[in-house]
Structures are given as structure tokens and as C-alpha cells.
């Protein structure tokens, strides 16, 4: 896993719909960079969200 995971790779790892994904990102409970078209998001904040919002 990069540094800056894929979208793909954070919905595997967080186990959600890509929508879903991109509600969270959309509303900011996920920060994330942007690489041309691509979004990334930090492997320490995923591990993070998924610590703190699991079985939610």
C-alpha cells in the first residue's frame, strides 16, 4: 500500500462503496489531495477513520 492510497485501495481498506467514499470525501470527513483527476488520500487518515468509525 502507497502512502497515498488509490480511491480503489481506500474503498478495499475501509471496506465501502466507492460512492460512499466520495460522500466521505466530498463532505470533508476525509481530507484528500488531487492529482490531476486522481483523488488520494493519506494512509494515516484512512487507518485513522477506520479506527474510529469501525462497526459504525
Request: overall charge positive.
Given at each position: 500500500m502507497h502512502a497515498e492510497p488509490?480511491?480503489?485501495e481506500a474503498v478495499n481498506l475501509?471496506?465501502?462503496s466507492r460512492?460512499?467514499?466520495a460522500k466521505l470525501?466530498?463532505?470533508g470527513s476525509l481530507p484528500y489531495t488531487k492529482t490531476d483527476t486522481h483523488r488520494r488520500i493519506r494512509f494515516h487518515?484512512?487507518?485513522h477513520y477506520k479506527k474510529t468509525?469501525?462497526?459504525k
Amino acid at each position: 500500500m502507497h502512502a497515498e492510497p488509490t480511491t480503489q485501495e481506500a474503498v478495499n481498506l475501509l471496506n465501502v462503496s466507492r460512492p460512499h467514499l466520495a460522500k466521505l470525501l466530498e463532505e470533508g470527513s476525509l481530507p484528500y489531495t488531487k492529482t490531476d483527476t486522481h483523488r488520494r488520500i493519506r494512509f494515516h487518515t484512512l487507518i485513522h477513520y477506520k479506527k474510529t468509525h469501525q462497526g459504525k
